[in-house]
């Protein structure tokens, strides 16, 4: 054991007789959340808090410098019996006491250089969170006198008339926007646009500096309307992805006795947005398109609505919900606590550390502190991930870049850390070869499950029911409709005709036709006898006549339309064609085979390749939003040729399909990007019936493959499709 890293014997002994007392300055207040007993230590320089039990608050209480803190925590033994801190609780209480200079005494040699390692340790964690290039905070300005000034005129928002004056403008702001939701869905996809970016910037500083002046303004009401100080001494800056935003310190908000004064401090500054935002949604709806003041309204109002309660509305984030959630459960330290009570579970039960400290009290805190632990972890990475692909949507590079950070910081570093703290950490001195041995067990079965066993590889496409047979009928001869078979009857070529229409002006034509054949015919016989020639010239007359006429005879037959092909005739407007005038080529109805159906499928360039190099045929087939409705069938033909035009609109995103469409198409069938075709054949069923132009969700499976496999294959189409839109 170096001489740096003194055993726990040592650092007791080296504290044990020391003589030393809290900070004169020092401002005490005990505060309950659920029977635990707190205190908060405020001195000049602003705030500082710990969590303390009962026991711990009495040791803290009789640092008086007279006694040793062997004797402090002698009689705390007495009194407290197992519920006393133990001798490494008191060196941790010691060492941020005396690190957030708290403690006054004369520090023997041994304990000056135990505190200068602690202090080493804090700097560190200052320096680790100041290296975070994600969040880095300066500040710049003590606003506490200029919140003093003006607090008596504002603090008048933080009562039951600003409630109501609030709730008002919240209510016209959504009146104000109620018939523009397609306006307002339709423009946010060019928020990320280049010349877009600097009227976002300056909405976001403007959203955000009423979003800390709320915080600000409520801490120092609530502060000195109860005599608890709410000094907010710090305003500055925050690098938020190298985006410099405002700040405001309002941690002194701690310091209130009342949680829900705490927690309207908390939610004052999402309250300022939604009201800026109904604001903003007023004056977008009153403002022409294409004027500067209606793109910076529509900024704002995004900023501070969508923004606002993504962001500091989500408690699994470290923003204003989260600390709204822990005065709402009265658990301390939640995001910490849960990470450090993850970690004794695994010391204690995994590794079996029995003397490691958990960070727990009672039963329901420990089934938060495991959710939390879980479902911030899930959260933030979905949050971060569809951050980063929304900018690679727009900017590659940067979003390539934010990926990767994210992959190291989520991936690599905790690697890292772990196995410097199973190396070198003296609180596994005993137990470092079980740690190490369950460790890489851990990692070797996660590596089996995950890289070596063979996992379904499945996709999962939409397509349409059409029949494979079908005929479209169109009105080969212009005339007027006298009669129309009801759709829905089944028909065929030898069957009743479709549609009996009349035409006076061909039967007209016919009668002129017939009787100019007959004149002719009788000068033709005339003719015969007296002049050889002319009765030639006769003869080719008549044979043109005849053609006309059968022209015309075919044209009247085709007034009478019959189908093509065996089936059932549809023909919604039946109803309305009597007696209409209907032009050649208009459409009238159509002929489909519903005893012979297929589904049309379409797949994105990637799921096609993957089908054709190693699909298996079986298909399974569910009616969409009818998951109830199971039916299978078989790949019948991949049409490889890339197309444009989809199907039918109901696959594409306007429509509820799965689909990207062009925003510039107003029919909703012009994909954004070639997909292929997939021709499936339904296995017949006796339990489904199906129509054409159902939606059908379509599982294809190919052969199996690891889940690292499939995921790296995932990314890197992810990555493709991307840098390709």
Request: charged letters at 20%.
């Amino acid at each position: 054991m170096s001489v740096d890293r003194p055993t726990f014997s040592e650092s007791w002994y080296r504290v044990s007789e020391l003589t030393t007392r809290l900070h004169g300055a020092v401002n005490v207040q005990r505060q309950h959340f659920r029977g635990v007993r707190w205190f908060v230590l405020q001195d000049p320089a602003g705030v500082r808090f710990f969590r303390l039990s009962e026991a711990a608050y009495h040791f803290s209480a009789m640092l008086d410098g007279r006694r040793t803190v062997n004797q402090v925590w002698q009689t705390c033994m007495d009194r407290f019996g197992d519920a006393a801190p133990t001798q490494g609780e008191v060196i941790q209480l010691l060492c941020q006491l005396h690190g957030s200079n708290l403690l006054q005494g004369n520090l023997a040699p041994d304990a000056e250089a135990l505190f200068n390692r602690h202090r080493k340790r804090v700097w560190r964690d200052v320096r680790s969170a100041f290296g975070n290039l994600f969040f880095i905070r300066i500040p710049l300005w003590d606003p506490d006198r200029f919140l003093g000034r003006w607090v008596g005129a504002v603090g008048h928002v933080f009562s039951k008339t600003g409630l109501g004056v609030w709730v008002a403008i919240l209510l016209v702001g959504l009146w104000s926007i109620a018939g523009h939701v397609g306006t307002l869905a339709a423009d946010a996809q060019d928020v990320l646009n280049p010349e877009n970016l600097p009227l976002l910037y300056l909405a976001i500083l403007i959203v955000k500096l009423f979003h800390e002046m709320g915080h600000a303004f409520s801490c120092k009401h609530f502060g000195r309307s109860t005599g608890a100080g709410g000094e907010v001494h710090q305003m500055g800056l925050t690098l938020l992805f190298f985006t410099p935003l405002p700040f405001v310190d309002a941690s002194s908000a701690w310091a209130l006795r009342d949680k829900w004064h705490r927690i309207i401090v908390g939610a004052s500054g999402m309250l300022a947005e939604l009201a800026i935002a109904a604001l903003a949604a007023i004056l977008w709806t009153r403002t022409a398109d294409g004027a500067a003041v209606h793109a910076i309204a529509y900024n704002i109002m995004l900023i501070a609505s969508v923004s606002s309660l993504a962001f500091n509305g989500n408690p699994f984030l470290r923003y204003d919900a989260y600390y709204i959630l822990l005065d709402l459960l009265e658990i301390p330290n939640l995001e910490s606590r849960s990470k450090l009570y993850v970690s004794y579970l695994v010391k204690r039960y995994v590794w079996g550390l029995n003397q490691a400290v958990d960070p727990s009290h009672t039963s329901g805190e420990r089934r938060w502190l495991v959710f939390y632990a879980i479902a911030s972890t899930v959260v933030r990475m979905f949050i971060m991930g569809a951050i980063a692909l929304m900018l690679m949507d727009r900017y590659v590079l940067i979003g390539t870049l934010l990926a990767a950070a994210l992959m190291v910081r989520w991936g690599l570093l905790p690697v890292v850390h772990l196995f410097r703290f199973l190396t070198t950490s003296p609180e596994l001195a005993r137990h470092r070869a079980r740690a190490g041995g369950t460790c890489v067990a851990a990692a070797s079965l996660l590596f089996v499950a995950v890289g070596w066993v063979q996992m379904p590889d499945r996709c999962r496409v939409e397509g349409v029911v059409e029949p494979v047979d079908y005929a479209v009928v169109h009105m080969k001869t212009t005339g007027f409709v006298g009669t129309v078979l009801e759709s829905g009857a089944r028909t065929g070529p030898e069957g009743p005709a479709l549609v009996a229409a009349t035409s006076p002006e061909l039967e007209a034509k016919r009668d002129q036709l017939m009787a100019e054949n007959q004149r002719l015919q009788l000068s033709r016989q005339a003719a015969q006898t007296q002049d050889a020639a002319g009765a030639q010239i006769m003869d080719e007359k008549i044979a043109a006549l005849d053609e006309q006429i059968v022209r015309t005879r075919r044209n009247l037959d085709n007034l009478a339309l019959r189908s093509p092909i065996p089936g059932v005739w549809v023909a919604p407007d039946a109803d309305r064609l009597v007696a209409m005038r209907l032009d050649q080529g208009q459409r009238i109805g159509v002929v489909v085979d519903l005893d012979r159906l297929h589904i049309r499928a379409v797949a994105s360039q990637q799921v096609a390749s993957r089908l054709i190099e190693a699909a298996r045929t079986r298909v399974d087939i569910r009616v969409k939003n009818r998951p109830d409705l199971e039916l299978t069938g078989r790949i019948k033909k991949i049409i490889p040729a890339g197309q444009e035009q989809l199907p039918s609109a109901a696959l594409g995103f306007a429509a509820g399909g799965a689909t990207r469409i062009d925003q510039e198409d107003t029919t909703g069938r012009q994909a954004a990007e070639p997909f292929f075709e997939i021709l499936v054949e339904p296995n017949a069923s006796a339990s489904v019936v199906l129509r054409p132009g159902q939606t059908m969700a379509l599982r294809f499976e190919t052969s199996p493959k690891p889940l690292l496999v499939q995921g790296w294959r995932t990314l890197l189409q992810l990555f493709q499709t991307r840098s390709q839109a």
